[in-house]
Each structure stands twice: as C-alpha cells, then as structure tokens.
Nanobody
Framework: QVQLVESGGGLVQAGGSLRLSCAAS????????MGWFRQAPGKEREFVAA????????YYADSVKGRFTISRVNAKNTVYLEMNSLKPEDTAVYYC????????????????????????WGQGTQVTVSS
C-alpha cells in the first residue's frame, strides 16, 4: 500500500505560480511512476503531468506544456508540480497518483496519461485561479 498526501494548493491570481507537493509513504517510492491529474466542477478528471521511473521521462498535457513542470525527489518520497503562468481554466482539484512498476518494466506514454493505469490516489488539493 502507498499513501499519498497532496499539499500546496490555494488561491492565486492569473499569471501567478504555485507548487504542489505529493508526499508518499508505504512501499518503496522509487518503484512508482507518478502522475498529476485534475478535475474541475462538472468535468471529468484529466491528465496533467507524469514522471516515470527510473528514466525520469516526463509527460505533459498540451494545455500545460511549457507552464508546468513535474519533478520527483526519491530521497524525500515526494513528487512536485511547479505551476507557472496560471490561468483561470487551471482551476480544479489536483490529484496525485502512483502506478507500481515491476522491476525491468517501463510506463508507456499512453499509460502515463491514463488515470485507469494508476493504483493509488491522494485526496486532492484545490487550486483556484482568479481572473
């Protein structure tokens, strides 16, 4: 089992920045690909960004490419989402997710972007961007 706890959400003006954190506990963190998803009111959950292990390949939704950066620090069992140039349409609950990777296996781009491929989820953190 892996427990994920997000933090860092809040209210920010358009053009501002936030950094989300996701702290993991439980099984070996470095065995997991990590992803961020978001869900706005009345909309389906959508992919934001992901980072693989061990190649540290990153994946981004087109809507956030160039503005958001995902990173991980395995020594701290933490994955981050740096969000810059925020827009009102970025307003959503942001969820951290983990996918267990068996030794010698890798996550594909399609898997990284598919919420159904993730095994564990955090409770979410609210991000609100005002215009």
């Amino acid at each position: 089992q892996v427990q994920l706890v997000e933090s860092g959400g809040g209210l920010v003006q358009a053009g501002g920045s936030l950094r989300l954190s996701c702290a993991a506990s439980g099984r070996t963190f470095r065995s997991y690909a990590m992803g961020w998803f978001r869900q706005a009111p009345g909309k389906e959950r959508e992919f934001v960004a992901a980072i693989s292990w061990p190649r540290l390949t990153t994946y981004y939704a087109d809507s956030v490419k160039g503005r958001f950066t995902i990173s991980r620090v395995n020594a701290k069992n933490t994955v981050y989402l740096e969000m810059n140039s925020l827009k009102p349409e970025d307003t959503a609950v942001y969820y951290c997710a983990a996918r267990l990777l068996m030794a010698g296996t890798y996550i594909t781009t399609a898997q990284a972007m598919d919420s159904r491929e993730y095994d564990y989820w955090g409770q979410g953190t609210q991000v609100t961007v005002s215009s």
